[in-house]
């Protein structure tokens, strides 16, 4: 696997930058500082890009300047300016039906109410690709009853408590990707499928 493409979920702009629906930029941002690469915004991929080498692979990185629910419109365009085969394409994304902490790798599946991936699987006209999902938890409930204000919590910043979780499963999920061209990707599933968010509290 020659080049890797590594593409984050998220709203652009500061307003939104610690929000819990930008995991997907968090994660990259912090992959690609740790190899002193800067993302730069390229109109024509309708993304900020960023790329660096590990061993015998590149891997370009991908934050969409559209947003979140045009997220497909930005994948669309990475994937047929590159020619992309979706095996070497993998979108991290936030997941309110995961605990935070919980890490879920899955090669295909539905969009899961998630409207970035909703857009994507529209867009590709499949549902055919990596996706890694990242648990932010579910919406605490209002006045005790099942009401939940999922726009709330998903545009809501990142606790400090979530912070210090979120940090340990970024570097899991960073380990694992920086693999992906030495490891079998069964391998890399699996170690992320079975990271126990317990280990972590």
Same mark, same amino acid.
């Given at each position: 696997?020659? %080049?890797? @493409?590594?593409?984050?979920?998220?709203?652009?702009? $500061?307003?939104?930058?610690?929000?819990?629906? &930008?995991?997907?930029?968090? +994660?990259?941002?912090? +992959?690609?500082?740790?190899?002193?690469?800067? #993302?730069?915004?390229?109109?024509?991929?309708?993304?900020?890009?960023? %790329?660096?080498?590990?061993?015998?692979? *590149? @891997?370009?990185?991908?934050?969409? &300047? *559209?947003?979140?629910?045009?997220?497909?419109?930005?994948?669309?365009?990475?994937?047929?300016? @590159?020619?992309?085969?979706?095996?070497?394409? #993998?979108?991290?994304?936030?997941?309110?039906?995961?605990?935070?902490?919980?890490?879920?790798?899955?090669?295909?599946?539905?969009?899961?109410?998630? /409207?970035?991936? $909703?857009?994507?699987? !529209?867009?590709?006209?499949?549902?055919?690709?990596?996706?890694?999902?990242?648990?932010?938890?579910?919406?605490?409930?209002?006045?005790?009853?099942?009401?939940?204000? *999922?726009?709330?919590?998903?545009?809501? /910043?990142?606790?400090?408590? %979530?912070?210090?979780?979120?940090?340990?499963?970024?570097?899991?999920?960073?380990?694992?990707?920086?693999?992906?061209? *030495?490891?079998?990707? %069964?391998?890399?599933?699996? !170690?992320?499928?079975?990271?126990?968010?317990?280990?972590?509290?």
């Amino acid at each position: 696997m020659n %080049e890797i @493409y590594l593409i984050g979920l998220g709203n652009p702009g $500061k307003k939104y930058s610690r929000n819990r629906h &930008n995991i997907g930029f968090l +994660l990259l941002k912090k +992959l690609s500082k740790k190899y002193n690469s800067d #993302f730069v915004l390229k109109d024509k991929l309708k993304s900020y890009c960023s %790329e660096f080498r590990i061993k015998d692979s *590149t @891997y370009k990185l991908f934050l969409p &300047n *559209t947003f979140m629910n045009d997220s497909g419109d930005a994948v669309r365009t990475i994937v047929d300016w @590159y020619k992309v085969n979706l095996d070497q394409l #993998f979108i991290i994304v936030d997941d309110k039906d995961l605990p935070v902490g919980k890490i879920r790798f899955r090669k295909k599946g539905s969009s899961g109410g998630h /409207n970035g991936l $909703k857009s994507i699987i !529209e867009k590709l006209q499949t549902r055919n690709f990596n996706r890694i999902r990242i648990g932010i938890g579910s919406p605490p409930s209002i006045n005790g009853k099942n009401n939940f204000n *999922t726009i709330s919590h998903v545009l809501g /910043n990142i606790s400090l408590e %979530e912070k210090l979780k979120l940090d340990k499963v970024y570097n899991k999920v960073i380990e694992s990707l920086e693999r992906l061209n *030495t490891k079998k990707e %069964e391998f890399i599933i699996h !170690e992320l499928n079975s990271f126990d968010k317990d280990e972590i509290s």
